[in-house]
């Protein structure tokens, strides 16, 4: 009865807001380009969903390579940073001011760099970029997470730093590894969608360039259907990560 009512909770509160959604439209109203009506949007889903489903899976795959290139970069220079603590002084400033400088600021710079007929690869930078530094920090975090006394118990054997960091440091850091994927995903969709806003070409299909195209044209309830489907994804997206997450971990602390 619990699993139930957990997930019958959310889909009455939903239907409940897309009821009041559409009543105010209609008793309003007010012009489809201005708001349409959850019906008007469903029914732009049902036509277009083919061509909306392929602009979903171009934005997915930016955001998986993305994700995948930023776990590569971070991860190495996480490593190195825990190996050296000089190699940390000199990164970790850089690091932070990549977090806090806005990936939108950056991205025009990248379209240009990539070339402005390689706007996919400009995209891929910027959701690269945005997925850095979670997972950066959480595996130079989870690096540092292993317990002392082990530590100066490996050191008192006379393990080498790559031995302390491959058989200790290393499995230690895994919970802080897979939480920093996990937020890195939802961040490298983000970075997808900026990127895609800002590369502005219809040689980057994803569903950004559907949300422009359509505002572009006054296709309001075409716009909304993308960001349902966007949204759609990014959630999904998410709970796949947190799945991976709770079996790596049910696995980790078998080991």
């Known amino acids: 009865m619990k699993t139930v009512a957990a997930i019958a909770t959310p889909i009455i509160f939903i239907a409940i807001l897309l009821a009041i959604w559409e009543i105010g439209c209609r008793a309003a109203n007010l012009p489809a380009y201005l708001l349409p009506p959850p019906s008007a949007i ?3 889903l049902v036509e277009s969903w083919p061509l909306l489903l392929s602009s979903a899976w171009n934005t997915l795959l930016t955001a998986l390579v993305a994700l995948l290139v930023a776990s590569l970069v971070a991860s190495s220079l ?5 190996l050296s603590p000089v ?3 000199a990164v970790q400033p ?6 806090v400088t806005p990936v939108i600021a950056i991205a025009p710079f990248l379209v240009i760099w990539a070339g402005l007929e390689h706007p996919e690869r400009a995209v891929v930078v910027a959701a690269a970029v945005a997925a850095f530094f979670p997972i950066y920090s959480g595996v130079a ?7 002392p006394d082990l530590e100066r118990l490996f050191r008192l054997y006379g393990a080498t730093r790559l031995q302390t960091l491959w058989r200790l440091r290393l499995p230690a850091a895994t919970p802080f590894v897979l939480e920093g994927h996990k937020v890195g995903g939802g961040l490298a969709v ?3 969608v900026m990127g895609e806003f800002v590369a502005g070409s219809g040689g980057s299909q994803g569903l950004a360039w559907r ?3 359509a505002t572009n044209r006054l296709q309001t309830a075409k716009a909304f259907a993308a960001l349902f489907v966007l949204a759609l ?5 998410y709970a796949l990560l947190q799945l991976l997450e709770k079996r790596a971990l049910v696995w980790w602390r078998g080991r």
């Open 42 to 44: 469903g029914k732009v």
């Open 78 to 82: 996480a490593l190195l940073t825990a």
């Open 87 to 89: 190699i940390e002084r």
């Open 94 to 99: 850089l690091a932070v001011t990549l977090q």
């Open 141 to 147: 975090t989870g690096l540092k997470s292993a317990d």
């Open 190 to 192: 983000i970075g997808a």
């Open 211 to 213: 949300i422009l195209e």
């Open 233 to 237: 994804m990014g959630a999904g997206l």
